[in-house]
């Protein structure tokens, strides 16, 4: 009796994901739980774990493919039974579901449209992807051009990407329509540094990272205003009651705390920084959802502490350990991710002492936090040394007035310089 694997639910608006790695090899024993492959989606990455003991039986889709949920991924053999032949592999066009078949069937007719009758398309034993029929008919190419890669010589969305970007072919469009924007193509390298070379494919998470951010630069009106922060004050007070903190609440104190804290404190007074547009309107939420930037070796990610504005100190420190964790060791669920209304980045952990960070849209703020480094400055008209630390705001001025941005930000400055202002809720 085999076991079928199949993709999970990945999550709201997420309906296809990258196989990624494969953990075992057919033949190999199985333990009930165990990780058997990974999947990339465009928002984090999801590990399949083995519905029954037993032994991979069959691997029907290879790594680097794409595939919708509910798609059979390979099956389990019971025990130590022969593999049980699997249904081929349902790629996104063909996963399980009535809708995903339906939507299979969509991509083949919109295939079939473009390149101008059915017979105009090269036989294959399976349609393009949804997402390769929709590039296909967004950039007019013809389809029988087309080299697929996937099974049955599928046509991907990677494969039409692959074609766009060495100029493939394009057939008559049916109708007048505006020319698709040119694709930048990159010269071919010359003598000896084509060899030394190595061409990789991005991830599903890194071309996310470089869409989303190509596209918060296009569409907002960005702009950053910078101050400085004297960091004595939460320094000593970290220094005084790390030890108890820690025995107390389990969790070490660090300083994301209080600049959650003090963000959420200044967003109360300043709610359009903690706002969105959605066309002709602005969406004010009366909720800090704070997203704290993380650095992991796949790209950053921006896993989301919900309700800051409502959690102690020790309990924003405690989220923030739980998510950078789960970051760290790719666990992250599509709901860690979600949600967000303003972001904090710590460039400071990797020596940044001065930085302009991105917006992460739709939000309209992000905080850039940097180094603290020793500075002279000058205290009651005396030249002293203090932990100094250079603030950036970034943010959208088509929602955010110069004035209110430089207010929130002299928020967070005294907050932080004063944080028994935060103990007290000043």
Do not use: C
């Amino acid at each position: 009796m085999a076991t079928e694997i199949r993709v999970p639910t990945l999550g709201e608006s997420v309906s296809e994901a990258t196989v990624g790695k494969w953990f075992k090899k057919v033949g190999d024993t199985i333990a009930a739980d165990e990780p058997l492959v990974e999947l990339e989606t465009d928002k984090v990455t999801v590990e399949v774990p083995a519905a029954a003991a037993g032994t991979l039986g069959e691997i029907t889709v290879k790594e680097g493919e794409t595939v919708g949920v509910g798609a059979l991924l390979g099956s389990i053999s019971a025990g130590g039974d022969a593999a049980v032949p699997a249904t081929k592999p349902q790629a996104v066009s063909q996963a399980s579901s009535p809708d995903a078949a339906s939507t299979g069937k969509q991509a083949a007719a919109e295939t079939a449209r473009i390149a101008g009758d059915a017979g105009a398309v090269e036989p294959r034993s399976m349609p393009p992807a949804p997402a390769a029929a929709k590039l296909i008919a967004e950039n007019n190419l013809a389809v029988d051009q087309l080299s697929g890669s996937g099974k049955r010589g599928q046509v991907l969305k990677g494969d039409v990407l692959d074609a766009i970007s060495k100029g493939a072919p394009s057939q008559p469009a049916e109708t007048p329509r505006a020319a698709p924007a040119p694709v930048a193509v990159r010269a071919p390298s010359s003598g000896d540094d084509a060899s030394r070379e190595e061409r990789v494919r991005m991830t599903k998470l890194r071309q996310t990272i470089a869409r989303r951010l190509k596209e918060a630069q296009s569409t907002a009106a960005m702009l950053t205003t910078f101050n400085e922060v004297d960091m004595s004050a939460v320094m000593a007070l970290r220094s005084k009651y790390k030890d108890v903190f820690e025995k107390k609440h389990g969790v070490k104190l660090g300083f994301m705390g209080f600049f959650t804290k003090a963000v959420t404190h200044a967003l109360k007074e300043i709610p359009s920084v903690n706002a969105e547009i959605d066309s002709t309107d602005i969406i004010f939420k009366n909720y800090a959802h704070i997203g704290v930037a993380v650095g992991t070796e796949k790209g950053l990610v921006v896993p989301v502490v919900r309700d800051a504005d409502q959690m102690s100190i020790a309990e924003i420190e405690k989220e923030i350990g739980r998510l950078g964790i789960a970051a760290r060791d790719g666990k992250l669920s599509v709901a860690d991710m979600q949600g967000g209304t303003f972001t904090i980045s710590n460039g400071g952990v990797y020596g940044s002492l001065m930085s302009t960070p991105i917006l992460n849209a739709p939000q309209s703020g992000i905080l850039g936090m940097h180094k603290i480094q020793d500075r002279p400055v000058v205290v009651g008209g005396q030249i002293v040394i203090r932990p100094m630390m250079y603030l950036a705001l970034s943010y959208d001025h088509r929602i955010v007035d110069g004035k209110e941005a430089v207010t929130f930000l002299v928020r967070v400055k005294e907050s932080l310089e004063d944080p028994e202002r935060l103990v007290l809720d000043l």
